[in-house]
């Protein structure tokens, strides 16, 4: 299952937040540091219109939608690297993670207490991702010790190892923003993946403001937007506390809510569509009368692959695809008048899926 964490200084905003996203009041929100100790889990639907609308003409008994494991981390603090704020438990926590949500406060509230003392985004995002890459530079140290044998000995895997440690030590000194790919080889990524360093994960920076500025934003979140964009990272203007607001109002209400306010889609809905951006995701669908069943693939899968998502077998014993697009289903109402139409397509072994893409594998155990 897809995880995403979501972390920043204390008192940004990151637990109500979570409150919305999973629509519970799981994680205590209080005017003060350090009020989330142990990581809030919660589990999140994606939305997606098309399921309903395929259960329809399927006639489906049931409706699985992909979703996406939402971690509320523990506020950081200058430090963390070296335990303080109880730094080290929270890194562990962000390690684990798939991609990080960082929360920045973007609102003025002298009721609502900051703990650097001051409103600053910029010196918030930059104190988290100092932090992060001082425990990275630690780990990427204690790492090339333990493999020190083993290139002294020529070991193939270790040599090409301490390389991309030796360049990713020296990126991160300078600070630089790390993507994988700009800089390091299939080989090097490879070895590079399984230490879960914290600053190779995508971002999100998820600007929080008040309800007055969610429609155009304020001087703070267009400072965190140049900043992402110059970093490869993305930006959602959100307000934590709507946010919460919409899930008391239920579905009809929260839509008027938004159009009152200016704004057409809430600011999870966008978040959760970043993260599939940000992570190059797509949604595959399995349909038929028992069920319409949404399946979550990195863009670029090939269907053997994409059928392995579903059941191993399925990938091992792979055949061939029937590939309908999800809108010449809908525009022909069902497989039978897909299939006389010559709409649904028999793909192989190379062919690439697309998102949306109504599928049925073929097999042999």
Not at 71 to 99: C, M, P, T, W, Y
Not at 148 to 168: H, N, R, Y
Not at 248 to 271: F, H, R, T
Request: charged share 25%; glycine share 8%.
């Amino acid at each position: 299952m897809l995880r995403a964490g979501i972390v920043g200084l204390p008192n940004v905003g990151k637990s109500t937040l979570f409150n919305a996203l999973t629509a519970t009041k799981n994680a205590q929100s209080a005017n003060y540091p350090f009020c989330t100790i142990e990581p809030n889990v919660g589990v999140v639907v994606v939305p997606d219109e098309r399921l309903q609308i395929l259960s329809d003409l399927c006639k489906s008994k049931e409706i699985i939608p992909t979703v996406i494991e939402f971690v509320d981390i523990a506020g950081l603090v200058k430090g963390a690297s070296k335990g303080e704020g109880l730094g080290n438990q929270f890194l562990h926590n962000i390690r684990e993670v798939d991609a990080i949500i960082q929360v920045v406060r973007c609102f003025d509230d002298a009721n609502t207490i900051h703990v650097e003392g001051k409103v600053d985004p910029i010196s918030d995002i930059e104190t988290i991702n100092t932090e992060l890459a001082l425990a990275d530079l630690a780990s990427i140290e204690r790492r090339m010790q333990r493999i020190s044998k083993q290139v002294k000995a020529g070991d193939k895997e270790a040599v090409i190892e301490e390389g991309a440690l030796k360049k990713l030590n020296d990126l991160l000194q300078e600070g630089t923003f790390i993507n994988l790919k700009d800089h390091f080889n299939e080989d090097e990524i490879n070895v590079i993946k399984p230490l879960n360093l914290m600053s190779v994960k995508p971002v999100i920076y998820c600007a929080n403001v008040s309800e007055f500025d969610l429609k155009e934003g304020n001087d703070y979140t267009k400072k965190v937007e140049e900043y992402a964009k110059s970093h490869g990272a993305q930006t959602v203007i959100i307000c934590a506390r709507i946010e919460e607001e919409l899930v008391e109002l239920g579905e009809e209400g929260a839509k008027e809510y938004l159009q009152e306010l200016g704004v057409e889609d809430s600011g999870i809905n966008k978040m959760i569509k970043s993260v599939y951006e940000l992570l190059n995701l797509i949604t595959f669908i399995t349909a038929g009368e028992k069920e319409v069943h949404a399946w979550t693939i990195t863009r670029g899968t090939k269907a053997p692959q994409a059928a392995g998502v579903i059941h191993t077998d399925f990938e091992k014993g792979f055949i061939r695809a029937e590939v309908t697009a999800y809108k010449d289903f809908v525009e022909n109402g069902s497989y039978t008048a897909c299939k006389d139409k010559g709409v649904t397509r028999l793909e192989g072994k190379d062919y690439i899926m697309q998102d949306g893409d109504i599928v049925h594998f073929r097999f042999a155990v």
